[in-house]
């Protein structure tokens, strides 16, 4: 389609970030693990995923790119 961002198959783009398996909190709870959102993409992720320090609280990320986002600009994203 003329205009789209992607040649080709759409689902080869996302297969790469693979969004579609991202559980849901309903997934987290049903799995006995505490859930936290991300401050960078707003995603549920489990607490016990990808993290990071910021003024002695722990953020959790869905992925080292949203720690990376993060890192870089705490105070962008951190809440009180």
């Known amino acids: 389609?003329?205009?789209?961002?992607?040649?080709?198959?759409?689902?080869?783009?996302?297969?790469?970030?693979?969004?579609?398996?991202?559980?849901?909190?309903?997934?987290?709870?049903?799995a006995g693990l505490s859930t936290d959102v991300d401050p960078v993409c707003k995603r549920?992720?489990?607490v016990t995923s990808i993290a990071s320090e910021y003024n002695d609280r722990t953020y959790c990320f869905?992925?080292?790119?949203?720690?990376?986002?993060?890192n870089a600009q705490p105070d962008k994203y951190a809440r009180g």
């Open 1 to 30: 389609m003329p205009g789209m961002p992607y040649e080709g198959d759409p689902s080869k783009y996302v297969a790469r970030k693979n969004w579609s398996a991202r559980p849901s909190p309903a997934a987290f709870a049903a």
């Open 62 to 70: 869905c992925s080292e790119d949203c720690k990376a986002k993060f």
């Open 44 to 46: 549920a992720v489990a």
